[in-house]
């Protein structure tokens, strides 16, 4: 059974969600918070397995408590839910941290999806909502701070950049003419060398370092 912690500050919103994670599916709601100044007492009481984060709300928004949460040892990873005007504040929870993107009207199915694999440790990054992300990052990126990490192999920096420019394995594969299991182990092996948690992650590093770059 995975436990989720569920932050929105609309009832309604938070009653579907309940509705969705629902015991019989593998979930668990195990907390609820109106706001995002909440987040992290919240976590301490229930120890939450993912925390599914709204990014809108009245004193602290998600990508503040997503930051605030991140910044805390053992914290749990954090879920985005997200509508379509939110591009900054969407690039700010990027950064602060969180594993996952998933616009609020998704089907029941994709948001089970996404959750699980964010609980797992994994990410999951909406494509329409990836898309949106990435252009309000080119259009606030900060020039390189860092040259890429000299362990990269050549094929490692290749990958890299193209999970930057927020392609999905199959079209990294495609791009470079590999298999998708060959594109999965070079991530794996850019994440281990790097330290990094996810593919969010993953793409901040790779804006960092000047391997993506606004209009490309």
Known sequence: MIRVLLVDDQ???RAGLRRI????AGFEV???CDDGDQVEEA???TRPDVVVMDMRMKRVDGAEATRRLRAREGSPPVLVLTTFDEDEVLSAALRAGASGFQLKDAPGAELLKAVRAVAEGGSY???A???RVLSAFRAHASPALRPPDPSLT???LEVLKLVGRGLANSEIARELYISE???KAHLGHVLTKLGLRDRAAAIVYAFDTGLASPGR
């Open 30 to 32: 195990v907390g609820e």
């Open 11 to 13: 009832p309604l919103v």
């Open 129 to 131: 909502v990836t898309h």
């Open 181 to 183: 299991v060959t594109v």
């Open 21 to 24: 994670l629902r015991p019989r």
């Open 43 to 45: 976590v301490t009481a």
């Open 125 to 127: 990054l909406d494509l």
């Open 154 to 156: 050549p094929r490692e």
